[in-house]
């Protein structure tokens, strides 16, 4: 199963993107689905995150500006940035997370990563 992202580009200050996710296939007891970026020399941080029902988790440097959203019955995850910043440029991954049958911790699955690009 892979994740499928759609969404990316290049914008300018101020502007709006909306990202997309969805799996090629079915994922069996998945959990929270969310968005990481890594920037060039940067570690990847997790951006916004989603569970099932609904609780949502944002980095601060992106709150009152992103929102995430899911669609359960397709598995979707979209991240709806706003009033984009240059430090936003970054690729952009989408992760979901899968509860092990022990539920002793969670299975991750990745996109591929699309690039984000917002000029000054």
């Known amino acids: 199963v892979q994740l499928v992202e759609a969404g990316g580009g290049l914008v300018q200050a101020g502007e709006s993107l909306r990202l997309s996710c969805a799996p090629s296939g079915g994922i069996f007891r998945l959990r929270i689905m969310g968005w990481y970026r890594q920037a060039p020399g940067k570690q990847r941080e997790l951006v916004a995150s989603i569970n099932t029902g609904g609780d949502t988790n944002y980095v601060d440097s992106v709150k009152g500006r992103f929102t995430i959203a899911r669609d359960n019955g397709k598995n979707t995850v979209y991240l709806q940035m706003n009033s984009l910043k240059p430090e936003d440029t970054a690729v952009y991954y989408c992760?979901?997370?899968?509860?092990?049958?022990?539920?002793?911790?969670?299975?991750?699955?990745w996109g591929q990563g699309t690039q984000v690009t917002v000029s000054s």
């Open positions: 992760n979901a997370k899968a509860l092990k049958m022990d539920e002793s911790g969670f299975y991750d699955y």
